[in-house]
Nanobody, 121 residues
């Protein structure tokens, strides 16, 4: 089994900052891409940012210049630093990881349970 556990969500005022973290544990041979998605009420889940095992990053246009994604391969963690948050970014933020569980397994996608970020005054 593989678990992804997010932390760092909560209430933040408009214009504020928040840091999300996600730790992967369990039967992991290798971690490929990791990232964050979010789902606002009544909307579909959307990509926020991803980072490859080599550190290549990709961001949604709406967060470029405000969000930064990073990873610690030794700790099997991915971090999302968010700045200048606005109320429209209130959502459940989900951690995502492409995991290979053993040398003979294929890469599979795993998701965390999500952490709620509320941007409100």
């Amino acid at each position: 089994q593989v678990q992804l556990v997010e932390a760092g969500g909560g209430l933040v005022q408009p214009g504020g900052s928040l840091r999300l973290s996600c730790a992967a544990s369990g039967s992991i041979f290798s971690l490929n891409a990791m990232g964050w998605y979010r789902q606002a009420p009544g909307k579909e889940r959307e990509l926020v940012a991803t980072i490859s095992s080599g550190g290549l990053t990709k961001y949604a246009d709406s967060v470029k210049g405000r969000f930064a994604i990073d990873r610690d391969n030794d700790k099997k963690m991915v971090i999302l630093q968010m700045h200048s948050l606005n109320p429209e970014e209130t959502a459940v933020y989900y951690c995502y990881a492409e995991v290979r569980r053993s040398v003979v397994d294929y890469t599979e996608a795993y998701w965390g349970k999500g952490t709620l970020v509320t941007v409100s005054s």
